[in-house]
């Protein structure tokens, strides 16, 4: 996937435009305090602005990625933080702790049923005992509603003298026991065009349940998005807070 390579250095600005960096850092560290979370590891964490926000808050945090691109720029972005290349089904800390984040569809890239299984059973041992697991799942209602949606314009942006235009657009590929969507993207860069495809799967919050409760974790919270709003069922995202049991 070409985003986490051949674009890395550009990622964060491209992405950008449809964050809200400040919301989720207050997200994230308010479940944090209310949980007592001190130590954390980030899975996903591309180019490393949640970890260096949370670093600066006074947690001790580990970002991974499993691109090595992507951990090179957050290494030389923040050196004063800690990257690691590391897959989010296989990776295993030194020692447990506290608390995880998964978010931004990070967790979609896992397709098939056994990687989920292994996802939640690395997960679990890479907490404490009651540690927080924080998951953000893109949500498959309006994906399999919409079925599909042309090539678009989504951004328009200027990182120093580079100009680039990404356009986005998406098909259902599969919809039977299990939800997949193919993401298209293009990217003009001044003269170049660089494609870019990514498969995803996507859920439905009565399957990821099932996928929860045999991972031996507690659903605390379930929301809409990072300013805590309630899950609607055509939302975009589902946003779990879970706890290891």
Known sequence: MKLYSDLAEY???????????????????????RHKIQTALDI???SGEHVKDLQGMGFKILGIDASPQMVDIAK??????????GKMEDYKLKSPVDGIVCLFGTFNYLTSNDEIKTYFQNAYKNLKTAGILILDVWNAEPIKRIKRKPLGLVANIKI???????????RL?????????????????DK???????VMRVFYP??????????KFEILNQFG??????FRRFGGRILYVLKKK
């Open 11 to 33: 990622y964060f600005e491209i992405e950008k435009p449809g964050r809200r960096l400040d919301e989720e850092i207050h997200f994230i560290s308010e479940v944090f305090k």
């Open 44 to 46: 996903g964490c591309g």
């Open 76 to 85: 030389k972005r923040f050196p004063h933080c800690k990257f690691e290349v």
């Open 160 to 170: 120093g003298t580079t100009n680039i235009r990404r356009n986005r657009g998406f």
């Open 173 to 189: 590929t599969r919809a039977d026991d299990q939800t997949m969507v193919e993401v298209n993207y293009v990217y003009h860069l």
């Open 192 to 198: 170049s065009d660089i494609k870019d495809k990514h």
């Open 206 to 215: 009565r399957e990821l349940e099932t996928s929860i409760k045999d991972g």
């Open 225 to 230: 998005g990072f300013s805590g709003e309630k």
